[in-house]
């Protein structure tokens, strides 16, 4: 186990977990912005990872796979319109969108990423 760390480890999950070059994160949501718009929402997660990649030592242009959950999939273009401006155009990832209903009302959208170190 001594190969495998844990960052933001809670007693049911962590944010994310680094094993070897490869960095997993849970499902992030907006806690600021929750009740918010998708854009805002968007905004705050996409901050999150960028914090939880720099944790663990990569960033976004690493990252490998993204899938996004939104609540209403007619919100996936207002989701692109932040996610085009925060996404490295030289290394875009293999993405999923897909319409799911979300822990609570508040949350709009969810997002969890596979990252390389």
Do not use: C, H
């Not at 960052?7 to 907006?30: H, L």
């Not at 720099?54 to 959950?69: F, M, N, P, R």
């Not at 799911?100 to 969810?110: C, I, S």
């Amino acid at each position: 186990m001594s190969d495998i760390r844990r960052i933001g480890a809670g007693p049911r999950m962590s944010k994310a977990v680094v094993r070897g070059n490869a960095i997993y994160t849970a499902g992030q949501v907006a806690e600021k912005t929750k009740g918010g718009s998708v854009a805002d929402q968007t905004r705050e997660i996409l901050g999150l990872i960028d914090e939880l990649l720099a944790e663990a030592g990569s960033e976004k242009a690493k990252i490998l796979s993204v899938t996004i959950y939104l609540s209403d999939i007619s919100t996936f273009a207002e989701m692109n319109g932040v996610w085009d401006v925060w996404v490295d155009k030289d290394n875009p990832p293999a993405r999923a969108t897909v319409e799911a209903r979300l822990v609570a009302p508040d949350y709009k959208v969810e997002i969890a990423v596979i990252a390389a170190k």
